[in-house]
């Protein structure tokens, strides 16, 4: 008597189950029903492209060996794939897919439609209930383009990212990687893009998801079954922001399952963003095919912000949350924490903290005092900008002045004591000293110094003046 196809599958089923583990049994397996038996060919329901893409990638020689012990040498198998009707093909549909046995190319074809089942797309952040899939990016507002502050040290990526928010999937920044080490701004400008993105095209379906979170779904949606409703999701969107990919180091089942949703996107024109704390080059950890594809697109790096872009951050932090700082003690603040954007930030809460507690005003002492177990390197080398500001803020000449070749009596003081203290407190050769005070020479510098130590010599007044000039270096 001839088998049914249920039949005939759930005796291949028995060995299947025997031969992998119970948790991929059920992932993968129990979720897929059989559909006819032809002959020799048996056509078998799965619930999504993507799990017809896992099979032929995990599992065809164990499903060929089976259909044949089943049906025989000339047995086969087919692909029968339901399509959500939210997806982007329009009307329901199922493609037959005739597997050749070696996990070659889908060849799909369309088909008059036997069996299709729609299914809403589930969103493993959870909005139950919805009949639209309306999707929460998961942005945060507050990081925009408008306060994401360009400087040398950001302006690739941030203008890639500018590009890529008013083109999604439309240029050819994808993926756009961002990479750079801790509190440089990775998340900020990612987000930045997804909500300028939301801004300019409210319809686009945008997830943001940290690449931790991202893992955690997954796992979760191997313990609940709903693996299928996991990938649709993610494969549903237009533009998927992925935070710190460094993360996926180890975890390869993640990067397997996030290989096929990138690929599904690029495919399709979707936009993919991606932070990650090193170039893809030496991220380590990460299977081999999915670093090639993360090096696709653009991979711009984010450095270090200089001073000048360190002191418009902090104003436009202080501009936003509507505080004022004098300007000395932003300076020192922006000189002194100078390898990462979030410890600045911090420093200045901390001080903002300290002086509602203290109800003291911030002004330079109380910030030295306090940033004290913020700056590590406490014997920071001094440098002559900060010899010239000091001394020409101690005797109240203005700064250009020093520079000038003005002889006035109270400048060429402040000049000489500053040339006498670069010498004596930094590494400068006596001709850098020169050049740096208005492009003298260096025996003006020997000249300098020499009046100084001989005044200090002679001059109670004069001596007094230095060594509070030198106090204040110090304490720097
Ligand atoms: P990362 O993700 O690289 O560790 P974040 O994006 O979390 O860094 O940035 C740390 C903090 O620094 C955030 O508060 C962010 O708003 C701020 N920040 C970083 N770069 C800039 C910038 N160019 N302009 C303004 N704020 C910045
Ligand atoms: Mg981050």
Redesign the pocket.
Known sequence: MEKTCTEVWNSCLQIIKDNIPNQSFKTWFEPISALKLEGKVLTIQVPSLFFYEWLEEHYVGLLRKTVKKQLGDEGRLEYNIVVDKSSNTGSPYTTNMPSNGNGAEAKSQSMPIPVAINKDIKNPFIIPGLKKLNVDPQLNP??TFD?????D??RLA?SAGYAVAAKPGGTSFNPLM?Y????????????AIGNEIKRNLPDKLVIYVSCEKFCQQFVDSLKNNTINDFVNFYQAMDVIIM??VHNFAGKEKTQDIFFHIFNHLHQSGKQIIL?S?KAPKDLAGLEERLLSRFKWGLSAD?QV?DLE?RV??LK??MYADGIELPGEVVEYVAHNIDN???E??GAMVSLLAQSTLNKKDIDLALAKQMLKNFIKNTSKEISMEYIQKLVCEYFEVPVEMVKSQTRKREIVQARQISMYLSKSHTKSSLKTIGAFFGGRDHSTVIYACQTVEDLIETDKKFKAYVNDIQKKLKMS
């Open positions: 507050n990081y306060n994401y502050i360009e400087g040290c950001n941030r961002i750079g080490g801790v509190g440089l701004g990775k998340t900020h400008l990612a987000q935070d710190d932070t704390d984010l912000p872009t418009a951050i436009k932090k990462n954007v979030r600045l930030e």
